[in-house]
């Protein structure tokens, strides 16, 4: 007897019951979601820098909450909220579940982001100035990429990431500081792709395998 395949079948059939029981998601029983962690460096002066690391993508069904009210960690949050759930198997492993807490963030492409592909871009390395990211064919702004967006990189050599933009100007995008990139020339297609990157302000596993399938129930802010 297949002990082991009888629960995760029932288990996978209790998840799916239990998103069909929401009132209401975004887009589907399927969002997909990447989270990441902080990583503090100490520098030479003694102060630090903050970066973002990748831990993995998840799939998941976001729940828009605006509009609702909620107090978590002293504060009152109450603007731009959703909820994210999740199936615990999602998690590689127990190292990965552990950085999902209120230290972390998850980056979603919403619908209608944008997007920009071309064999144009190149990645800068400032020494003394904040790293760019460069076009020489100036479609960027054409393509509606603006200062305030979170760009997630694909096809390069060493910059595949998510990105926080400082300011968008002509061909030119201009990181925050924090980040860092490694010189990289054009040549390869390059995709810029926005998406929305959210706090994560709570996090609680719920469920039973006799009721609703395990799950974390994750409360988001929008990262203003």
């Known amino acids: 007897m297949n002990v082991g395949g009888i629960v995760s079948v029932l288990t996978e059939g209790l998840w799916n019951d239990f998103i069909s029981s929401l009132s209401t998601h975004i887009f ?18 003694g102060s630090f820098t903050e970066s973002w690391s990748t831990v993995q993508t998840v799939y998941g069904v976001l729940q828009d909450l605006t509009g609702k009210e909620k107090i978590a960690y002293n504060r009152l ?72 967006m979170a760009l997630e990189v694909t096809g390069s050599v060493a910059n595949n990431s998510i990105f926080e933009l400082a300011k968008a100007v002509g061909g030119t995008l201009t990181l925050r500081p924090s980040y860092d990139l490694t010189a990289e020339i054009a040549g390869n297609p390059i995709t810029l792709s926005q998406v929305q990157l959210f706090n994560i302000i709570s996090v609680e596993l719920k469920g039973g395998i006799k009721s609703v399938a395990h799950h974390y129930e994750v409360l988001l802010e929008v990262v203003k």
Do not use: C
């Open 28 to 45: 589907g029983s399927k969002t997909l979601a990447t989270l990441q962690s902080i990583i503090t460096t100490a520098d030479t002066v």
């Open 77 to 148: 949050i109450s603007d731009q909220l959703y909820n994210f759930f999740i199936s615990y198997k999602e998690f590689t492993s127990v190292a990965n579940t552990i950085k999902l807490s209120p230290k972390g963030r998850f980056a979603i492409a919403m619908p209608a982001a944008i997007s920009y592909t071309a064999s144009t871009i190149a990645f800068v390395e400032g020494t003394t100035v904040a790293d760019t990211i460069t076009d020489s064919a100036n479609g960027l702004l054409t393509a509606g990429i603006t200062g305030n």
